[in-house]
């Protein structure tokens, strides 16, 4: 299974970005998708998690109403819309695939596979 992250990039605060996971070698569109991020002297934190139809999504109280994740399971791809953007958003942000199907889940350890990782970065 390969999941290959993409879409970061530096932005001013109140702006927006859109993240991209491309996923190979699995069958994406029975398990459910997650992005986590670990920003500096900090532990990987959970950020948003989609079910494997994309029918149910959960966030974290720190992006509600700011980030959208969505998939789109005829590219075997999972996004994540980044709107209002703060500078405490900076972190490298990663996606995950969950090592069950057809679950949706928001732990860390639940997920098998992760993509590289891609740099985001809010200035003030």
């Known amino acids: 299974v390969q999941l290959q992250a993409s879409g970061g990039g530096l932005v001013q605060a109140g702006g927006s970005l859109r993240l991209s996971c491309a996923a190979s070698?699995?069958?994406?569109?029975?398990?459910?998708m997650g992005w986590f991020r670990r920003a500096p002297g900090r532990e990987r934190e959970f950020v948003a998690a989609?079910?494997?139809?994309?029918?149910?999504?959960v966030y974290a109280d720190s992006v509600k109403g700011r980030f959208t994740i969505s998939r789109d399971n005829s590219k075997n791809t999972v996004y994540l819309h980044m709107n209002s953007l703060k500078p405490e958003d900076t972190a490298v942000y990663y996606c995950?695939?969950?090592?069950?199907?057809?679950?949706?889940?928001?732990?860390?350890?639940?997920?098998?596979?992760w993509g590289q990782g891609t740099q985001v970065t809010v200035s003030s």
């Open positions: 989609i079910s494997w139809t994309g029918g149910t999504t």
């Open positions: 995950a695939l969950d090592g069950r199907p057809f679950r949706i889940m928001t732990r860390t350890r639940e997920y098998g596979y």
């Open positions: 070698g699995h069958t994406f569109s029975n398990y459910g």
